[in-house]
């Protein structure tokens, strides 16, 4: 199988309104994007398969300590099923709720999503999916199918010490629905996101690990940068297609 590569259009900052142009140019046909409001669908449908592009991840709210979480994000479902989208990326945090509260309206958004065949994935984010300990502990709580884990290759770095993308996939690699591909120097809390391939992250090991256990993406590159840089459009660009170009170096695209 091949592995379904991605960009979230974050990655072009400000420059946005160009991004799907751009990504028609470098040959990358797949994004992630933020879940329209139900009257904009159409419009965004047309405009992505204006450009040859398809999305494979929605971006969507999902604040687990409200009580009407679970019929909230319906309507977040109800539009990822009318675009044919089979990923919902969401960042969670408990705060002060229970966290088996938490669980019961996770599970139950996972009851929700099962019959439209979607998978609402966690970011590895505090304080549920941090790291691949309390990702695994999570999933465990929830146990749902549908309730995933976007594992974020950077993000594992930034919120804790020593640590190793693989090793901490391993951890989690039954609960994986979505990864998020973003590189960094490694330093704990230091927002240092570059090109793919220009920091410490083994993609090629990353990969491998997730093929054999039969994962195959979607891989969404989410290109953050670096603290204090100040990139114009060209550079933002070049940025996506070097990363592009990293990836089928190693051979996985």
């Known amino acids: 199988m091949k592995n379904v590569i991605a960009c979230n259009l974050g990655s072009y900052r400000q420059f946005g309104e160009n ?36 999305a494979t991840s929605l971006l969507g709210g999902c604040d687990v300590k409200s009580d009407s979480v679970v019929e909230d994000f319906q309507s977040t479902l109800n539009a990822a099923a009318e675009m044919g989208v089979k990923i919902i990326f969401v960042s969670v945090h408990t705060g002060e709720t229970d966290r088996n509260v938490v669980y019961d309206r996770l599970r139950a958004i996972g009851e929700n999503a099962a019959p439209l ?37 950077g993000n594992v770095y930034y919120y804790n010490h020593d640590v190793d993308a693989v090793t901490e996939v391993n951890k989690i690699i039954n609960h994986v629905g979505a990864v998020h591909l973003k590189d960094t120097n490694g330093g704990y809390r230091t927002w240092h996101f570059p090109t793919l391939g220009e920091g410490v992250v083994d993609y090629k090991g990353v990969f491998d690990t997730l093929n054999e256990a039969g994962f195959y993406g979607p891989f969404t590159m989410e290109l953050e940068g670096i603290e204090g840089e100040n990139l114009d459009e060209t550079g933002v660009k070049a940025r996506v297609a070097d990363s592009l170009q990293h990836l089928k170096d190693i051979g996985v695209i």
């Open 117 to 153: 065949d979607v998978k609402v994935c966690l970011e590895t984010h505090p304080d549920m999916a941090h790291n691949g300990d309390i990702a695994l502990e999570t999933m465990n709580g929830v146990d749902h199918p549908n309730i995933c884990i976007n594992f974020d290759t």
């Open 19 to 54: 991004a799907y142009t751009h990504l028609a140019e470098i040959g990358l046909t797949n994004v992630e994007i933020r879940v329209p409001a139900a009257n904009e669908i159409a419009k965004v449908q047309s405009d992505l398969r204006e450009h040859g592009l398809t």
